[in-house]
């Protein structure tokens, strides 16, 4: 499938949090090929650095390295851009983090953790941004999962942390939409290659599962979410904002029960 590239993202600056891999890195790719300068910012400078020197084929791309969990350096990093793009016209937040755990085997360290990236970092990137922003105009995009508001097992770290993206992303859109600041949220089902998807689908027993829950019967694409993410950050969703949007072939529409442990432990002992 090609992603979709409109015109009317040519001139727009975009800065990608987590954009060096996985669906962030379509994200990012997806704006370049449409026109806009886009940086990306990951904590690991050799990320960094290869995800630049693959967006640089297809237009204006640069990068810093910064740990979401560090406003200091988050707020540096979107302060560099802006000094050579100027106003920031789109912000994604995409950095995440997760493993599968029940609640009794996740240790204080990794609840927090898993907090300080997803939901902790989410805010450092759009706090950071918003005095750096286009007036009225800009997009602002968080980057959510459907474990925000689907009980599963091993998940509750991720759970906890994606439901505040969610209403995080609410609680902005209704404090920043009187400076012309939009502020919405995407949540990717399950995406074929993709380290989230071969954390929580190891085996082909498990994928199967998964399929089964969607009703368009297969697994999304990097660039399904990348196109959304286009829609997102144009003037074609201009009166769009507060919006936690799915992207997910249906599968949140089959999901209103959780797995049972005995359940996730059949599936993972099935194997190949």
């Not at 988050?74 to 560099?80: D, M, P, Q, R, Y």
Request: hydrophobic letters at 45%.
């Amino acid at each position: 499938m090609s992603i979709f590239v409109p015109e009317f993202l040519k001139g727009k600056s975009a800065l990608v949090a987590g954009g060096t891999s996985g669906i962030n890195l379509a994200i990012a790719e997806a704006y370049v090929r449409a026109g806009a300068r886009v940086a990306v910012l990951s904590r690991k400078q050799e990320k960094v650095d290869a995800a630049v020197a693959h967006l640089a084929r297809f237009g204006t791309a640069s990068g810093y390295a910064a740990d979401v969990r560090e406003y200091a350096a988050v707020e540096a990093a979107l302060k560099a851009f802006h000094e050579v793009a100027g106003p920031i016209d789109i912000v994604v937040s995409g950095a995440a983090g997760n493993f599968v755990a029940p609640a009794t085997g996740i240790s204080s360290n990794g609840f927090r953790t898993v907090l300080e990236i997803d939901l902790l970092g989410t805010f450092h990137v759009l706090r950071a941004s918003f005095d750096l922003l286009r007036k009225p105009g800009a997009s602002l995009i968080s980057i959510s999962a459907p474990q925000s508001t689907a009980v599963s097992f091993g998940q509750s770290h991720v759970s906890a942390a994606k439901a505040g993206v969610d209403m995080l992303t609410r609680c902005l859109a209704v404090e920043w939409g009187a400076e012309g600041v939009r502020v919405n949220a995407i949540v990717p089902g399950p995406i074929e290659d993709t380290e989230g998807m071969a954390r929580l689908a190891p085996t082909p027993a498990v994928r199967r599962a998964f399929e089964r829950m969607v009703p368009l019967g297969r697994f999304g694409t990097r660039q399904d979410v990348a196109n959304l993410a286009l829609f997102m950050a144009s003037g074609a969703s201009q009166y769009m904002t507060g919006t936690v949007t799915y992207c997910d072939g249906g599968q949140v529409l089959t999901m209103g029960g959780a797995m049972s442990p005995a359940a996730m432990q059949q599936l993972l002992s099935q194997g190949a």
